[in-house]
């Protein structure tokens, strides 16, 4: 028997699930118009996360970022494996997190999440950080 507030929960999650799955589909189409159309903007140097990020922003890894985030996307909105994709949204966006703020503290101008579309750092952050919090707010139960 489900008690009410699993039955928030899971409402929360199910709404919460299609606004995830729709930042990744923009954010994957964003990126996927700048990898077929533009190089790739150089990282920032001299910062101690110069290396790491210089390896996140090789294009065959972005291309392999943009077919994720897609499969992602269509697995969230499918509604399948509801329990699995929570833990994986959660890791995702915890790292997701990670990267922005590693691309804040080196002075990087935009996090890269938008293809072309320059956006700070710090401001993906905080919006990647609140939907971590949101999903532990809505936990799904791991079965």
Same mark, same amino acid.
Request: hydrophobic letters at 55%; charged letters at 10%; one cysteine or more.
């Given at each position: 028997?489900?008690?009410?507030?699993?039955?928030?929960?899971?409402? =929360?999650?199910?709404?919460?699930?299609?606004?995830?799955?729709?930042?990744? %589909?923009?954010?994957?189409?964003?990126?996927?118009?700048? %990898?077929?159309?533009? +190089?790739? +903007? +150089?990282?920032?140097? =001299?910062?101690?996360?110069?290396?790491?990020?210089?390896?996140?922003?090789?294009?065959?890894?972005?291309?392999?970022?943009?077919?994720?985030?897609?499969?992602?996307?269509?697995?969230?909105?499918?509604?399948?494996?509801?329990?699995?994709?929570?833990?994986?949204?959660?890791? =995702?966006?915890?790292?997701?997190?990670?990267?922005?703020?590693?691309?804040?503290?080196?002075?990087?101008?935009?996090? =890269?999440?938008?293809?072309?579309?320059?956006?700070? +750092?710090?401001?993906?952050?905080?919006?990647?950080?609140?939907?971590?919090? %949101?999903?532990?707010?809505?936990?799904?139960?791991?079965?």
């Amino acid at each position: 028997m489900t008690t009410m507030r699993e039955k928030i929960s899971h409402f =929360g999650f199910a709404q919460l699930s299609f606004i995830i799955a729709a930042i990744l %589909l923009i954010a994957a189409g964003l990126k996927a118009y700048q %990898l077929a159309t533009a +190089p790739l +903007p +150089p990282v920032v140097q =001299g910062s101690l996360f110069t290396p790491l990020l210089e390896l996140l922003n090789h294009r065959y890894l972005q291309m392999a970022v943009v077919i994720s985030e897609i499969l992602f996307a269509l697995i969230l909105i499918s509604g399948l494996w509801r329990s699995w994709i929570w833990l994986l949204s959660l890791l =995702g966006f915890t790292a997701f997190t990670l990267v922005s703020v590693m691309k804040a503290i080196s002075g990087e101008s935009s996090c =890269g999440c938008f293809g072309t579309i320059t956006v700070n +750092p710090w401001l993906t952050a905080t919006f990647d950080a609140t939907i971590v919090g %949101l999903l532990l707010v809505f936990r799904e139960r791991i079965d």
